[in-house]
């Protein structure tokens, strides 16, 4: 599979040239501004699809986005039409537009312009041809102070810089470029079409949110490494936002420091508090040291020795029922702590013993629900 892509060396061209380098036997020819205007018949007769990308979006002077939005297109559909006509070869043909197109405004004129040769080249010709109408499209490599709130307040964020809210109320239609790149890919790899009323292609999930919204989030996701709790960020669009801003972060600061408690026992660090599950943390001990010694009456915690040898106790404070489990690191399980059960943990090896513990919410120093009680 041979893939041009106009526009390779912008925010979204990156993403797809680095997807499409993935997948085994796809081929990329990039075109950008520094192509030879005179080699784009030949690019295309070697593509199996044609993703149109090139586009100008933010010019010195609005006579650019003729030039830069229609201008190239209709150079792209000669080539096209060229190639159909001398050898019957069709690439399938993917083009990025905008929302912006039915607004009025010079840019979005200049893009309807763009769709419009595009329909004609494939009404002409018989061409594969899926538009996609985008929102406001955001993710790693885009450029900062150019087109993007997204951008450019994770890019200030994350150097702990200013950003500027005009307006927090301000609506942002919005969607991830990973999920932009999903479509394109399966569209190249033979997926239907997913046309909505309007016959345009569609990607999704396409989120609705505020300019303050997002920028609340992004800050957020910052002190997050001072306060030690991360918000959800594992799925929909707190997952998108905060991979997005890791993706910002200048190389000296890929790393940050931990508190670290010491006493003869041991060490014990908190890595990770969530807002909703709870937090991790690592402790160790010393050989023949005991950790514990207390019970929970809702609190519930699981314990993974990661390195060396350890003995758990259990007692259930009504019964007095015991209970006794010896792990190991080579042979990994999980213990875990039952309510209403007092319980402790001795290092039974010869060196350091090491945990990881995950409690099933953050400590709470004023209800810490951890009630001494000795085996």
Known sequence: MHILITGADG????NLRLRVAEQAGWTVTPWTRHSVPESLRSAVDQADVVVHLAGVNRPKDVSEFQIG??????????ALAQAAAASNHRPRLILTSSTQADRGNPYGESKK???ASMRSLAQAHGHALHVFRLPNVFGKWCRPHYNSAV?????QIARDL???VHDPSAVLQLIHVDDVIDRFLALVDGAAPQPDALGFETAGPVYNSTVGGVADTIRAFRRSRDTGVIGTVGHGLGRALYATYVSYLPVEVFDYPLVRHEDPRGVFVEMLMTQDSGQF???TAHPGVTRGGHYHHAKTEKFLVIQGKARFRF???LTGQAHEIHTTAESPRVVETVPGWTHDITNT???LMVVMLWANEIFDRTRPDTISAAL
Request: with cysteine; glycine share 8%.
């Open 11 to 14: 925010f979204i061209g990156r």
């Open 315 to 317: 007692r259930h404070m």
């Open 281 to 283: 943390s690592y402790f």
């Open 151 to 155: 951008a450019t307040f994770c890019h």
């Open 162 to 164: 200013p950003i500027e």
């Open 69 to 78: 939005n229609v201008d190239f297109t209709v150079s792209l559909c000669e």
């Open 349 to 351: 090896g010869d060196g």
């Open 113 to 115: 312009a763009a769709e």
